[in-house]
């Protein structure tokens, strides 16, 4: 038995849908992700299209420069500065 609540599309293109998923009675909800590309969850992405509306996509904020700059260093940038030679 499949229920789910919450259906609200996660991709743009509209090709995934984020829900809360009950796959076996008794158990709690679940995050699942149904794709209409993927040949082992496009049934369940028609079920759930079927029962009625999916809430619209919304877009991830962007991510600060702080967080860009700190995720660049993560990745091993770094970042030195030739006017302030102190800085380094």
């Known amino acids: 038995m499949f229920s789910f609540s ?3 599309y996660a991709a743009a ?3 995934l849908i984020d829900v809360m ?3 076996v009675e008794g158990m709690p909800a679940i995050p699942y992700t149904a794709s209409k590309n993927d040949p082992a969850t496009a049934a369940i992405y028609a079920e759930i299209l079927a029962a009625g509306s999916v809430g619209a996509y919304v877009a ?3 991510p600060t420069l702080a967080q860009q700059a700190a995720a660049l260093i993560a990745g091993g940038l770094t970042i ?3 006017s302030t030679p102190a800085l380094n």
């Open 60 to 62: 991830p904020p962007a």
């Open 13 to 15: 293109d509209n090709s």
């Open 80 to 82: 030195t500065s030739t």
């Open 21 to 23: 998923a009950v796959l």
């Open 6 to 8: 919450n259906p609200v």
